[in-house]
């Protein structure tokens, strides 16, 4: 992605901001808005982004923290485009203003990870009844399986983040039955050949071991369907709970069960990031 700011002289009929999922695809060069009547003032964007006051943003411009498209950033008065125009403070991205919504929900066990259920069980959607924004799921998680989950109304994005393509890892803690030692933990590690092929995590960290069970925790970049689960079969520790605590950036931390919350500044730059958007 190579988004670009108006070049100087340009009139405003030139560009106008894109609609829907293109909003930050632009196949033109980089480059810094040195306009001084078309855009947003630097400063201005970074304080409204709440990185720092005004004046603390100019600080930050001076000592050449800020980048603007790969730019670093020193001259005062500097304006950009925010919805276009890729904004960075000491290598973190600062997300455009949001025209969408990007929820984490916390889901319990019992709950489809649909938004309507025609068995009426318990769905997404019982989680969020205060939003009125049509909205939908990254990704899946099994009936069973309870934690992080991202809702959002911004398809390409959601498109990205799901596809395997982008390997944006997961992290996943399972109770499973037994103790798992030393060899069969390697064979985690080491990769496994499932009936629709192989799996190999890319971390694989055991957290504790009780007298009948194990604790472990499993990062893997890929979702295919009970893919956890069947890595823990094979090696013949069924999974007995589950729950995903990670999806790149954003952590499950102490969201209670059936909350939801934004995603944060620094989490959505994040992910804008790893998805290329």
Do not use: C, W
């Amino acid at each position: 992605m190579t988004p670009t700011t108006r070049s100087p002289g340009s009139s405003p009929g030139d560009e106008s901001p894109r609609d829907g999922d293109d909003m930050y695809d632009d196949d033109q060069p980089a480059e810094v808005n040195l306009n001084e009547t078309e855009g947003i003032r630097l400063q201005k964007v970074l304080a409204q982004a709440g990185v720092a006051s005004r004046r603390a943003s100019e600080i930050l411009i001076d000592r050449g923290r800020v980048e603007v498209n790969g730019q670093t950033v020193r001259e005062q008065g500097v304006r950009v485009d925010p919805e276009r125009d890729v904004i960075r403070v000491d290598g973190a991205r600062i997300p455009p203003p949001r025209r969408h919504v990007y929820l984490v929900v916390n889901k319990p066990r019992g709950v489809v990870s649909t938004l309507s259920d025609p068995e009426g069980r318990p769905t997404l959607a019982d989680l969020i009844e205060r939003r009125k924004e049509r909205l939908f799921h990254v990704g899946r998680l099994d009936t069973d399986t309870e934690g992080l989950i991202i809702l959002t109304n911004h398809g390409e994005f959601a498109h990205r983040l799901a596809h395997p393509s982008y390997e944006v890892e997961k992290t996943y803690l399972a109770e499973v039955e037994g103790i798992i030692d030393a060899h069969e933990l390697k064979r985690l590690r080491g990769g496994l050949v499932l009936d629709d092929g192989p799996v190999k995590p890319d971390k694989v960290t055991v957290k504790s071991r009780g007298a009948d069970k194990s604790l472990v925790e499993v990062t893997l970049h890929e979702g295919r369907n009970h893919i956890v689960r069947r890595m823990f079969d094979a090696v013949g520790h069924p999974v007995r709970r589950l729950s995903r605590i990670r999806i790149g950036p954003v952590r499950l931390g102490q969201l209670a069960q059936g909350a939801s919350r934004e995603l944060t500044s620094a989490e959505l730059g994040a992910l804008l990031d790893a998805v290329k958007l």
